[in-house]
């Protein structure tokens, strides 16, 4: 017996242990002070939730009060054996400086699981034990030791209140590293005693390591790191734990592990709150001490052992979820197979570079996936060879593509759209889209869009046979899927009218649908994968719905409506998925978010837009709804070689897909989820293929047009290739279906051939006559009218385009005929009434002041129409010779139309060189060019004084406008729309935009100065921020890491409860 020690023994919530260990220290020690936290029974009750260590710190205090010298601390639960105390207190006789002990932490079985702790790099605190650990008496001359668990400490009180007590901020594992840090420093021994041993239930281990509970762990050790860091260090660690806690935290979510991400964060944030607190607790630390800090060195490990050390903690001697390994698919989770052992042999064996599409492994050059790719890709030259010269694509629905990589980025994060004369609208999410698509071809957009035309069937086809390998094992299957969706009319049709949104919502559709499908772990699993692969037999997939969502981001971009018929997908997902799968859901809309919130917020306001897609406006004819179940979006669709022929003809082409479908829903043994997605994607599919034709969308002087049905019926077709899938399920010669399945599904396979045969050939041949889509050299903008602009005076070009008989006129910048000039928001701000009313709206003001230009420059009679072109900024005057849809086939029977078209070009041209102020430069491949010789040097800046003078004011390269000093109250005028996003600053005044007409202008001082105009920078840099940022964390969330495995500690599990006697 060791009459001067006083035992504590502490209860956290359940005290069932405290019985067990008070009646084993009966007898040895010379009191007994217990305590509990949330416990009744006991003589010191603390509330629930204190730390373990405050509630040692409870009892010490009693038993000083009380007299003791020497304090026992022991968890509720914990066993010591026999001689423990004795041991203990002998070895405190051996030396006055020893004055803090430890004893041998086991398990009761054997298990070790602590012998002294040790600090690394970044006091991380090691134990330097291996997993299952196993107690053969190597540790018994083991002494002197950095720091001893809490758990078991024999010591002084005296050395106790020299070392300043336990700092409770630091829970259990880190503040006994702490304490016993400090108290070498204040001169007193840390010793283990590997005689004295503390036996543990085996549920104790479950928290015994620091890093079982990792959240609260980190914060304890960054804050270790503080205080126990050199002097002048503290403030530059504590901002290196901010950043290092921002790259952790994205590591955390490239390996897809949110949760510890979020700790990571937390962790280095927490640091914030207690940094007072710790400089505090440094200076006190700072008194007390007698040695220097170098006394502990030889007892802490470098960053070589601190490796070393982390390795052997992290990798068990023996597989240690054997629950797990013997558990079936419906019971075992994701949990279970981290900790199940990794057949790497196995694996490595079985390898086969072809295995990544999903298939049974086949040569090559024969594979179901190489065939279908070539053959596409065969289709793809073949019909579109002639795309393939120098030049840009332009035609149809696509604007020019000559436009370079910063314009195409500066016009995707901007909110004022150089349009005409300039708009305050959000940009169409598919600029943004193309910006990232030109990357990997160093910034050339033309390039870039030029490759996806003739990449956009094989990749169609690859995404297609990617997606169905969710729901069949069978390659061929998945080639014929392929096949059918690269053959859909609504890609051939959208590459040849020049549907860009409409061609990568195709391509991408499958892809997007194949994320949200493994995010909740639907998907089915393949021959040779091993069971519980996220995406399939129930375990969800974070890398799948961040990828999934991303595609879907692009998808929305090209084809708006898709979000609609997105939101109800992703809530059957949810209500499908089962408790625990529905937690990857929540980063699928993050893709969307990345590439069209501002957008989104404006169609909140303007929902027309939902139905709209990037580029020209093109007219739309109604389609019948048999023709839209057949998948045909436009009834003017059709081969020149069928059409004399009866528009029947595409029941013998796409009518098997329909029989298919209906087959696969009526088929037994069919997955419930395959009939939910079937069903529900034809249904949404149809509501939006036929939703956008009764919307008006956008309207230019001569077209209101309604939206198109295309991506809609990707949709619609996505949910028959579903079904289909499964129907082509062979069940055996004896299954009437099965081979009423494969005589459908040949029929479909050839007619899909046929399909993109006669497409190909018509390409071939230059016979197709919906082909609108060429390849121009010509720019969108003469070099001449580009140097006026980039003039001192910015002038811009009045481009005079004849359309149906009409002269039409546009302002046009460096942007404009390019895709930059093309905007949803801005067309569909030209139409009143919403949803089945489509009327277009009259003129504004600054488009009256073009018409009026555009009136006057061919009224024919020598008009002076100088005055109107200056007042809109326009140095040169453009009349275009050639038809706007570049690349599209002349109808047969057009030479009268041509010629009637080239009369009316000449008299406009007689009437422009008839005009005062007008003087004709020439004819180039843009046009022929009249300059503008007014009075008044056509400006984009023009100073006014009050006296009515109007003096041209020269614009720098940045856009900021020299005003001269002056007299009395003057007003600059610039040729745009006035906005009141817009302010101005001059010798670092701010001033704010004045009344007047449609015009900008601001009131400037007679000092005159440097103005400077700016279009809310500083929501558009937000903007940007925030959407690089949402797009930084789906690209960390989809790269395919590993998630990590997870360390299993004797009688771990992962409940999260905590045990008497655990770490905290």
Known sequence: MSPAVTAVVVAAENPAGLSRTVQAVQGRAQRIITVGIGADACRITLPSGTPFSRGYTAGIEAAEAEGAEWVWLLPAGAVPEDEALDALWETAQQSATIEVLGPLHLTENGRILEAGMTAGSGWRLTTGLAPEEIDQGQYADRSDVLATSMHGMLVSIAAYRRAGGFHHLLGTAYGALDFCRRARLAGSRVCLVPGARLRHRAEAARTWHPDAQPARALEARWSTWLLACRPGVPFFLLLWLQLLGVLRALYRLAAKQPRHALAELRASVAQLGRFGAI??????????????????????????????????????????????????????????????????????????????????????????AVLLTALALACAVAGQFRLAAPGHLTGGALAATDVSWPELFAAATGTWQQTGLGHTAPPDPMLGVLALWSLPFLGQVALSVTVLWFLALPLAALSAYTAAGALTRSAWARAGAGLVWAAMPTLLLALDEGRIGTVVAHVLLPLAALGLIR???????????????????????????????????????????????????????????????????????????????????????????????HGRLLSEDPVPVWQLLLLQPSAAAGHDWLSGLDPHYLLLLLSPLLALYVLGMLRPHVPTGVLAWSAGLVLLGLAAAVAPLTVAVGADPLVVAAGSPGPGLSLLGLGFLAAAVHAVRWQGRRSPMSWTAAVLAALLAAGSLGQLGVWSAEGALQQRATSAVGVSETPSLSALARDRYAGPHRQRALVLRQVDGQILGEIRGPEGGTILAVNQAVSGSRVNGSFGWRQARGLDEAEHAIGSAVAALTAGAGTDATPLLSQIGVGTVILELDPPAAGAMAPAGSVLAEEEDSARLDAVSSA?????????????????????????EPSWAVLEGEDGTRQPLEVSADGSIAVPEGSGSRRVILAQRADEGFTATIAETRIEPAAGDWRLAFDVPPSGGTLEVQHRETADAAWTVVRGALLVLVLLLSVPLPGGRTVVRPGATRDGAQPEGGRE
Request: hydrophobic share 50%; glycine share 10%; net charge positive.
């Open 279 to 368: 400089l505090g607790l440094r200076r006190r630390t700072a008194k007390a001490a007698r040695l220097p800090r170098s006394a502990l060195d030889s007892l802490r490990l470098d960053w070589r052992s601190t490796r070393a050390a982390a390795r052997i903690e992290t990798s068990p001697d023996e597989p240690a979820a054997s629950a797990a390994a013997g558990a079936s698919a419906g019971e075992a989770g994701p949990e279970d197979l981290r900790t199940a052992p990794i057949n790497t042999e196995n694996v490595v064996a079985g390898f086969s570079p072809i295995d990544a599409l999903g298939a049974p492994r086949m040569r090559i050059a024969t594979h179901p």
């Open 519 to 613: 995010a909740t772990g639907a998907a089915r699993p393949g021959r040779r994968v091993h069971w519980g692969r996220p995406g399939s037999a129930g375990v969800p997939s974070w890398t799948a719905a961040a990828a999934g969502g991303l595609a879907f981001g692009a998808v929305a971009a090209g084809a708006p409506v898709l979000m609609l018929a997105a939101v109800p997908a992703v809530l059957i997902a949810a209500l499908a998925a089962g408790r625990g799968r529905r937690a990857p859901l929540l980063v699928f809309p993050l893709g969307t978010a990345a590439l069209c919130l501002p957008w989104l917020i404006r169609a909140v306001r303007q929902p027309e837009l939902l139905f709209s897609q």
């Open 912 to 936: 422009l060189d008839n005009s005062q102020g007008l003087s004709r430069l020439g004819e180039s491949a843009a046009g022929r060019m009249w300059s503008v010789d007014a009075a008044e």
